[in-house]
């Protein structure tokens, strides 16, 4: 399983950018992958999770509608769009998934959750500057 992520940078408050993760060594279209970010000091925090086999969303209460995950199962690879950046998203994003899945296991609980993933990216830091 291989996790790749893309894509961050210095943006000014206010600003965009878009994430990309390129997988591989899995079913793409069986699992659920998520956007996790860690700020110095802080723990590390779901952001955005989608199910590749039905395309449900998650989004944390701080990046809804700002943030929006997309998934293109025919290049394997899950982007986030994110608009409207403010200073506190500043951290380093990861993606990340879990598999095999598991199958009672939606994106609410991969959302809320961070112990469900057990493979995960290297990480791509996103700081946002006032």
């Known amino acids: 399983v291989q996790l790749v992520e893309s894509g961050g940078g210095l943006v000014q408050v206010g600003g965009s950018l878009r994430l990309s993760c390129a997988t591989s060594?899995?079913?793409?279209?069986?699992?659920?992958i998520g956007w996790l970010r860690q700020a110095p000091g802080k723990e590390r925090e779901g952001v955005s999770c989608?199910?590749?086999?039905?395309?449900?969303?998650y989004y944390a209460d701080s990046v809804k509608g700002r943030f929006t995950i997309s998934a293109d199962n025919a290049k394997r690879t899950v982007y986030l769009q994110m608009n409207s950046l403010k200073s506190e998203d500043t951290a380093v994003y990861f993606c990340?998934?879990?598999?095999?899945?598991?199958?009672?296991?939606?994106?609410?609980?991969?959302?809320?959750?961070?112990?469900?993933?057990?493979?995960w990216g290297q990480g791509t830091q996103v700081t946002v500057s006032s």
């Open positions: 060594g899995f079913t793409f279209d069986d699992v659920a």
């Open positions: 989608i199910a590749t086999y039905d395309g449900k969303t």
């Open positions: 990340a998934t879990k598999v095999p899945r598991i199958p009672d296991k939606g994106v609410v609980d991969f959302g809320h959750y961070t112990f469900w993933y057990n493979s």
